[in-house]
């Protein structure tokens, strides 16, 4: 008698939007492993895990104790993975022990050579599904970038970790007194002409360290200098937007040590300079790009 692991899982927005009931699945896994003679050995359940990644502890469970079953039993195949990649490493794991692929709905099993190409033909639609729900969630990040500082219901941030500096406070950037100070000795010293490994240095030697309590470097000093958020922007992809925390460095002073930090390229290709717009070029935006009663810029797109 085959003996089954019966797998089933639903994120929180597959609950929400497609019904995908933990208890519903079971049981219909149940009595179509009684209909079909198969054993159950374990029902193992992911609830509220989305099927893009294997970071699920039933999922990893049952891939462990492979050794006291046969096959795994979904009701579809998006139960088990969302990912091609996945699914075909998972595959590749099962053919080495001997051990069975069944889906419920879709009447494959992976004992068959059509069986075992269908599935996979069925699981690249389930990942391209996957793919264009990531486009959509993309498209609509951008769109309530470009309209995020002209709405006052909607949060100011993009849903960022906060910048060394900067908390979040009711979805809005506040100020880190303590942290501002340590930002703007290394923008001081820095236009002084201090090389990054020095200020480093003074910075680690005094036991001033990053957020997470890291040693300074030349990769998250560089991020601080290159970051507009000092100059009074978020930014999200190619738009910048105003927030209403403390600007620390001016415009001007902030594209200028963007100019610096750019002689030092030796690759001309690489010398790239992402500026913040300055007060002239505020005054040039498009009316329906600047607030004239805050007097403040809403949308920059460079």
Known sequence: MTKVAIYVRVSTEE??????????????????????????????????????????????????????????????????????????EMMEVLNKKGKDFISQQEQLNTKTAMGRFVMQMIQGIAQLESEQIGERTKDGMRQKAETLDVNEDEKRTMGF?????????????????????????????????????????????????????????????????????????????????????????????FNGIQEQMARKVRDPVKRTICYVPVQDEIEDLKPSNFDTESNRTVIYEY
Not at 38 to 43: C, D, H, I
Not at 58 to 72: C, G, P, Q, T
Not at 165 to 183: F, H, K
């Open 15 to 88: 609950q929400a939007k497609e019904g995908f009931s933990l208890d519903a699945q079971r049981e219909v896994l149940e009595d179509y492993a009684m209909l079909m003679d198969y054993e159950v050995y374990k029902v193992y359940v992911d609830d509220g895990y989305s099927g893009r990644n294997t970071r699920r502890p039933a999922y990893r469970n049952m891939m462990e104790e492979m050794d006291f079953w046969d096959s795994i039993l979904v009701l579809k195949m998006d139960r088990i993975h969302r990912n091609t990649r996945n699914f075909i």
């Open 161 to 253: 970790t906060p910048p060394f500096g900067y908390r979040i406070q009711d979805g809005r950037l506040v100020d880190d007194p303590d942290e501002q100070i340590v930002v703007e000795t290394i923008f001081d010293l820095y236009e002084a002409g201090e090389p990054m490994d020095t200020i480093c240095y003074s910075l680690n030697q005094q036991g001033i360290l990053t957020r997470k309590g890291n040693p300074w470097n030349k990769f998250n000093l560089r991020n601080i200098l290159h970051n507009p958020v000092y100059a009074g922007y978020m930014r999200w992809e190619d738009i910048l937007i105003h927030h209403d925390a403390s600007v620390l460095v001016s415009p001007e002073r």
